[in-house]
Every structure is written in structure tokens, then in C-alpha cells.
């Protein structure tokens, strides 16, 4: 056990060994034609180097499999065998090599995603019973401890500030890098840094249950993840690895020829076709994470690759998201009233137009709020100082039986035609305000919609809860191919459907609090994620920070990534039949070319996976 | 149950994943259906009952394939 254990460590020696073998047993033949210098020493190398090959080879076929370990030993004997020591030699030490290239470079493929994990805080100062801080690890923090943090540490817990102020780079969590001021009772998240000050903290979640352990976990699920077609790779190289071996034990039972049956051992070798995908993916998925997009594996990689129709909620995602209250009518009098049973009910809810009303009226007296009744898609009813108020949708008026006039017919017909959303308030089934509401559409989303299209998306569909007038108007502005209003969570998620019926392949990009059903539904849910919604967890694709101008980037890699690995597929079948063909139809093929090639399209596959990792949408026109 | 994950020196090799998988699924105490081999983060994830199989044993059996542990942890789920 512990030799074969020194043995595979002495892996790297054994490379350059080999090498220098090899040489000598090459210059000695050819230069000084001394063969039995030129025997030994390359049969030396070919025990040598296939030793550890060998022992891999042994532990693989304990377990019941048949790697590539065991083909290359049998080769590699079958040569020695025959002896054809030139050809064992090379192809053992072509094999070692290759394996450590592969290592050095695949390891570079990982880099992206490993910067991101190496960002996880590993030790903390725990308060102990005598109530000093000692130092220790993360692993040993549970929630309830009480935890200081020092200038330029890292934040080891989510949790909330006990006593202390300071600064913390959030980047890790938000992406944005500058520093957010902290105080008593402000929430602090594992992975942020802080940058000067001291806090004291109470652990609240630890661990993966942190926003940055879960992100982590996403990611490293997510490079791991499979597609279809990798676990049809996968079953298919389990089968495949065998049959090369039954291959080639066949064609020496009828040729009686061991260097054809050695040789088909050795262009067997799956290598390229089993490693292309996944090092495609994770240098994808690196490259997003890098850049503060999520993409959760392989399988949506794919998806995302072909969407042909983008579906947004407006709300949120083509605007700010933070609407204010921009026109208002009052009907009849006793305004001051109105607006304090109006602040009052509305304090009830915590719906954007809500806050909006709320913010907008500012300081008034607040009326105790009974009865309160939140009508879906409509708004909102509550019994205030005796009174019924109401304030909602038109919809709502019409159930309330309030009565419109033409002046407030007209109002409502003038109000849309600005792009606002409409809040009506009726006391006692009597129309007394009309608010308009609108939100801020997000800078550069025109330019980012651009270039979405460009990437050939045909369809850029708007949905949202809002009038028809609001939701064309964006429409309008942005350039987008349809859009809808009226939509209640339950008509975006069945228009959705409809879409996908159509042959449609549809991404959805919604904040994902009341989208969720359209986020599940469409083949590419899009979070726009601040890195602590639950959306996080229901989507496919996450937009860290809720930063729009991430997607058409995540789009464009997703691409990219599909991309990269078709190519490797069609690199490592074609280097498989190109090889299969020469042996059976060309001259020069041998066990040693053979081997060369396949070492060489392995690191041709890792190579072309590392180009993702600089993947970077090219600027438009107008940012150049 | 418990539930652990390993951490392994980096896998290059696809055949790898194979191996290990097999050897732990080949674990008695192990959930079969639970393991899980994670090419790319070097991850073994696994299920286990304690009262049959120490996290040891099953390190022992991934290193006897040749494969460093670099870390190592399990929770009672």
C-alpha cells in the first residue's frame, strides 16, 4: 500500500526520468548505434513510467472499473511484450505527461470559481464564558455567538451589529464596491469586509445557511451539474472503456497481430469526450460568477443558449422599481382628512404604489385601521374612523359601486396617456382622489435591450399589473415588440404557457416576489436577485445586485459557453474517428502517434474551455 | 444519518469520478443513492449512518484509490 502510495507521488520524477531515458535510448540507437544501450534504457523507461500507471490501473479494477488506466497498461505491456520498446516507452511517458498538463491547465479552468470560494471567512473572535474574544474557526460559530470584527477582517456570519459602527465592502454579496455604513441593529453578511471601524456582532446564520455559503453552494453545484447529454456521455464512456478492451482482444484473435490489437487500445481512449463538457462549463460558469451572473449548470446553459423571447416584468426590472406619486387630482373638499385615512390604510401595505402614496403624503395623524381586506389585483379596503375606505384599480371602484363621472372618466383616459399607474380612493363608495403613479425606467436598459437582440432574441415582451397606456409607453421607449398590461402574477405565468405552446423558448426576468410561478414556468427563470431573495433558489439564472446590464452579458456567455462545448464534442469524436480511420486505412499510424494525438486533443479541449474564461460581450456602437 | 463532504486534492481524470463513486457506493452504511462525485469542485457529498461507518473508514477507502483527502466534514442531518 505505501509503496504504491510513493510511487504515485513520485509521479513528476518519474516524467523526467523517462524523458532523459528516452533520449539516451534514442540518441545511442541512432547517433552511436549501440542497441543495447539503446534497449535498456528505454525498457528501464517503459517499467518505469508505467508503474504508476499500473497501480491506478489496479485500484480502478478493485472497484469494478475499466479505466483508461487499464487499457494503456495492458498496451503498454502488450508492447514491452513483443518487444517493441520504443513504443512503451513514449507512450507511457506521453501519458504522464499529458496527465500533467491536463492537471496544470484544468486547474486554470477552475480558477474563476475558485476565487470564489477562497472568499469564504475561515476563522472568527468568539466571545467565550469569561467573555473574551479568542480566535477560532468559522466551522465552530454557531448562531446566538457573539463574534468581533475587526478593521480589514472579513465578516465570518450574517448577523446583526450589537454595538460598534464602521464601514463594510459588500462587493462579495451586492458586487457593488462601495462601502456601506454600519451601526447598532444593522444586518452585517459573511464575506463582506469591513473596512475600518470595529463591530460587534450576534451570529444569526452560519455557515452554508449564510447568503454567501449559499451562493457558494449554487455555484459549486452548478459546475458540477449535468446535462442530458453529459449523462448519455457518461453511461455511454462506462460501456465504452470495456469494449475497446473486448475490441481489441477480438481483432487479436483473429489477426494474431498484438501491435494492431495494442494500438486499438491506446486511439480508444475517451479522454477528450468526457472532460471537453465539463471543462467548458465550469469555465462558463466561472466567467458569470466573475461578473455577477448565476447560471445554474449546464442544463440551463443550454436553454438559455437557444431563448428566443424574452418575457420582463416592468416593475422592478425595466424600471426602478421605486414609483412615486407624480400627478394627483382630489374630488370635493376636506382634503386633509382624506389623505390621513388615506396614509393610514395604506400604511397597512407593504405594496410598491403603497409606499409610493405613503412617502408622498409624508407626516400626517394616523387613524387606527379595522377590517382590512386585500382584494387581489385590485387593491385594498379597510374600515377607518366609521368610514369604508377603498383604494385600488379601477376594478375595485367598479366593485366598491362607486360612481365615475365624465370628469373622472376623462382624468383616468389623461392620467394613462402619461404612463401612470392609477390609484383611486373611494370613502363611503364616493370617488375623493385619483393618484398617478409612475416609476423611472432603468438607465441603459434601452441600450441593453439592444443588445439582447442583437444576440438574436426576436421577441422582447413587456407584462405587468399595470394599464395598458403605462405599460405601451415603456414599450415604446425601450423598443420592445409587445406588451401587456392588466397582467395579474396568474395571467403572466398562463401567457407564459401560451408562449411556450407556441414553440417558444422563453426566459422570464422578474424580482421574483410575485413572479414566482412565471419564473418556474418559463425555460430560463431570470432572478433579479439582491443576493438575499428566496428567487435565488427558484431560478435558473440570477442577476447579482439586480443589475440589468449583467444579462445581456449572461446571455451572450450562455451562448459562448453552448458553443465551446459543441466544438469540444466535435473535437474529441472527430480526433476518435480520424485516428480509428488511418489505423485501418493508413500507413503511418502507431501506438505512439496515437497516443500523441489523444494527449493532445485532451489539451486542446482544455485550452478551448480556458477561452471562456475571458469571454466578454463586445461593446456596441454607441459605447465605443 | 449523517452527511459529509470530502474534499479532495483536484480530480483530472473522469475515470476518477467513476472509481470513487464506486468504491463508496460499495461502502455498507453508505446511502448508495446519496453519493454524489463533483468533478470540478473535487467534492465527495454523501449520506452515512454512524452506527455502521465512521467518515474515517470512508476516507480511508478514497485514499486506498490513491486519492489525497484535503478536508473533511460531517453534520447530523
Known sequence: MSMQRYILSKKNPIIVISAVLIVLGFTSAMVFHNETVAVWSLAIASVLGVAPIAIQAYQALRVRVVSIDVLVTIAVAGAFFIRNFEESAIVTFLFLFGAFLEQRTINKTRSAIKELTEMAPESALKQMENGEFVEVEVDEVDEGDILLVKTGAKVPVDGAVLSGEGYINEASITGESVPVGKEKGSSVFAGTILDNGTLQIVAERVGEDTTFGRIIELVEEAQDSKSEAERFIDRFSKYYTPAVLVLAFIVWLISRDIELAITILVLGCPGALVIGVPVSNVAGIGNGARHGVLLKGSEVIGDFSRVDTVVFDKTGTLTVGNPKVADERIYGTDSEELMAYL?????????????????????????????????????????????????????????????????????????????????????????????????????????????????????????????????????????????????????????????????????????????????????????????????????????????????????????????????????????VLVLLFSLFFSEWMNMSIGMLVHEASILVVILNGMRLLRYKLRPTREEK | MHKATIQLEALICPSCVQKIEKATKGLSGVDQDSVKVMFNSSKVKFDFDADKISLEDVEKAITALGFEVIKSQAKAK
Do not use: W
Not at chain 1, 435 to 447: E, F, S, T, Y
Not at chain 1, 504 to 516: C, H, P, Q
Open chain 1, 343 to 575: 396614509a393610514s390604510v395604506e400604511g397597512e401595505s407593504d405594496h410598491p404604489l403603497a409606499k409610493a402614496i405613503v412617502e408622498h403624503i409624508g407626516s400626517t395623524e394616523f387613524y387606527p385601521v379595522e377590517n382590512t381586506d386585500v382584494v387581489k389585483g385590485g387593491g385594498i379596503v379597510a374600515q377607518v374612523n366609521g368610514h369604508r375606505v377603498a383604494v385600488g384599480n379601477a376594478a375595485l371602484m367598479d366593485q366598491e359601486n362607486v360612481h365615475m363621472s365624465k370628469e373622472v372618466t376623462a382624468d383616468i383616459a389623461s392620467f394613462e396617456q402619461k404612463g401612470n399607474s392609477l390609484v383611486l380612493v373611494s370613502i363611503d363608495s364616493e370617488l375623493k382622489a385619483l393618484l398617478g403613479i409612475r416609476d423611472q425606467i432603468r438607465p441603459g436598459v434601452k441600450n441593453d435591450l439592444k443588445k439582447l437582440k442583437k444576440l438574436g432574441v426576436k421577441n422582447l415582451v413587456v407584462l405587468s399589473g399595470d394599464n395598458q397606456g403605462t405599460v405601451d409607453l415603456v414599450a415604446q421607449d425601450l423598443g420592445l415588440t409587445e406588451a401587456h398590461g392588466h397582467m395579474l402574477p396568474e395571467d403572466k405565468s398562463a401567457f407564459i404557457e401560451e408562449l411556450i405552446g407556441k414553440g417558444k423558448i422563453v426566459a422570464f426576468v422578474g424580482d421574483g416576489v410575485n413572479d414566482s410561478p412565471s419564473l418556474a414556468l418559463a425555460q430560463i427563470g431570470i432572478a433579479m436577485g439582491s443576493g438575499t431573495d428566496v428567487a435565488i433558489e427558484t431560478s435558473d439564472v440570477v442577476l447579482m445586485n439586480s443589475d440589468f446590464s449583467r444579462l445581456p452579458h449572461a446571455l451572450g456567455l450562455a451562448k459562448a459557453t453552448a458553443r465551446n462545448m459543441r466544438q469540444n464534442i466535435i473535437i474529441a469524436v472527430g480526433v
